[in-house]
């Protein structure tokens, strides 16, 4: 057996759209003895983070940090931008869809949803015609709805919000450094991504950010926020620090992550995942599953498992050899077999973990799969990541 492929099988294999598998720098830099919040070495790091935000979310505007999850950054858009009553358009096509419209409920917000069947996405001509008829405060969508792998057309709804007064807020926690997503050449008013996607960290931190017209409209959201509210932190980054407790740890080790993901430039990075989905895209397809999603994104795809084959026994089964993907959710639970492309995977590990999942569906389901489209499928991906 080769060196390298003793070391294929034998490392764990985190391929889900997040956690994702971290870099070894990253761990390093996880792993240095603590030091205090307001010391000079933590604001030498923290100001080197924040231009870094500014290149890896492509503004011009700072980007704030939270030391929440993903979702504390989707609560502070909303609160930060918005009042009692506003109108809201919330695109539901999946189950992030459905947790944004949830806490837009929660603050007392109309809240349209806009329930897209699973694994399509929103069309922008019908995203027109809604915004002629309804002057909504804000469009509520993510860029990457995780559960279904679909990619929104956010440049194309950008397009349309920046001709009004409504906002454009873009849930990009599985999407920021991961697909193409200009924050202000779309024309996104607010952008969140969270730290354990194309991070590679682990949860905990939120990265929001807010345009110009963003900034104006929160001079005047009325919503009540004290944790969340970005004023505080602007006014403390100003002096070098968070408004609250810095994690220390967590930003050290986004200070690394940033250099990793901006080394040879965003668009190499985005390349790079991008050959990662096709060829698992090809691979999938060539081996005879279905892709779920209409619009893929590059940050993680989706199969469609054929009838009758246990998508939870095929995870669990793939856990006991150190494989982690992701299976659907809710009512796709079971049926959906979701593989991440963000995080420090290599080719070799792409080829892997494809060759062990179709090996196992083809031992599942023999009447759907065949072992010729096997070996024809591990080609396809090998060419692909070859070229
Ligand atoms: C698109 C999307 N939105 C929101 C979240 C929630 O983020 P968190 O679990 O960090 O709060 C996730 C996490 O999987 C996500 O993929």
């Not at 996880?30 to 604001?43: A, E, R, T, V, W």
């Not at 607010?190 to 104006?216: C, D, N, R």
């Not at 620090?241 to 901006?262: M, N």
Request: proline residues 4%.
């Amino acid at each position: 057996m080769t060196l390298s492929r003793m070391n294929v099988e034998s490392k764990t294999h985190l391929m889900t759209p997040g956690p994702v598998a971290s870099h070894p720098d990253i761990l390093k830099t996880l792993g240095l003895p603590m030091i205090h919040h307001l010391s000079k070495d933590f604001q030498a790091t923290l100001s080197r983070v924040l231009p870094k935000l500014k290149e890896f979310f492509v503004t011009n505007e700072t980007v704030f940090l939270h030391m929440s999850t993903g979702y504390g950054g989707l609560e502070s858009a909303v609160v930060n931008t918005l009042s009692p009553g506003d109108e809201v358009l919330v695109i539901v096509s999946g189950k992030f869809g459905e947790r944004w419209a949830e806490i837009c409920e929660m603050f007392g917000l109309k809240t349209e949803r806009w329930n897209i069947p699973w694994g399509d996405f929103a069309d922008p001509a019908e995203l027109k015609k809604k915004l002629e008829t309804k002057p909504y405060k804000a469009v509520l969508t993510q860029a990457c709805e995780s559960s279904t792998g679909v990619l929104q057309p956010i440049e194309d709804f950008g397009r349309l919000t920046r001709q009004t007064e409504t906002l454009l807020l873009v849930d990009g926690i599985s999407s920021v450094g991961a697909v193409k997503l200009p924050m202000d050449a779309w024309g996104i008013d607010v952008l969140v991504t969270g730290s354990q996607k194309s991070l590679m960290l682990p949860a905990g931190l939120a990265m929001i950010s807010l345009s110009v017209k963003a900034k104006e409209a929160s001079k005047k959201s009325k919503l009540p926020k004290y944790y969340w509210n970005l004023n505080f932190e602007e006014a403390n980054l100003k002096k070098g620090r968070t408004h609250f407790s810095s994690s220390v740890s967590l930003i050290r080790a986004l200070d690394t992550a940033l250099d990793l993901v901006l080394k040879s430039g965003l668009n190499v990075h985005l390349s790079n995942v991008e050959k990662k989905s096709t060829a698992t895209l090809k691979a999938g397809e060539t081996f005879g599953l279905r892709v779920f999603a209409k619009r893929p994104s590059q940050s993680l795809t989706a199969f469609q498992l054929p009838e009758g084959v246990p998508g939870e026994d095929v995870l669990k089964s793939l856990e006991k050899q150190n494989i982690y993907l992701a299976g659907g959710q809710d009512k796709m639970l079971g049926k959906l077999i979701r593989i991440g492309h963000m995080g420090h995977i290599e080719n070799e590990d792409v080829v892997y973990v494809l060759r062990k999942l179709f090996s196992l569906l083809l031992e599942k389901s023999p009447q759907s799969f065949t072992a010729k489209n096997l070996d024809l499928a591990i080609a396809a991906a090998q060419t692909c990541l070859k070229s």
